[in-house]
């Protein structure tokens, strides 16, 4: 039985898959929900720093939108009568990448369950984009929920 799930959000269309999934599986279990959504302030400031830019904008942005994803995941969850909070995790360090701060929060909750969005992408797009979800079921040692929008 499930108590606690991590739920990665970013208003995709594969997030807002495993928001529903969870949300449901969370009412069936009586278990607690945790939002999190990561903003990757490296990859922002190592493009900028070479543009010579000022990326505490970009950043406030970027914040901002993690916490309307947020919010509307707690209304989700809070609709279907689902205990739930949320989580803004800032990345800060050149080595860290988003799937490294969703183990962290896994594990610092901690969590029984990761249930996560994938756009399931392959060959060449999956080589070069990369795939948070599948870096977060290789490091997590929670149980993981990969879930395809569609």
Known sequence: MYRRILVPVDGSEPSNAAIRHAV???GTQGAQVQFVYVVDTVTFARQMRTARMNVEPMYEAARQHGREILA???GSAREAGVSTESKLIELRRESDRVADGIVAQAEAWPADLVVIGSHGRRGLDRFVLGSVAESVMRRAATPV???RAG
């Open 72 to 74: 509307a995941a707690e």
């Open 145 to 147: 929920l990969l879930l």
């Open 24 to 26: 449901g599986l969370a």
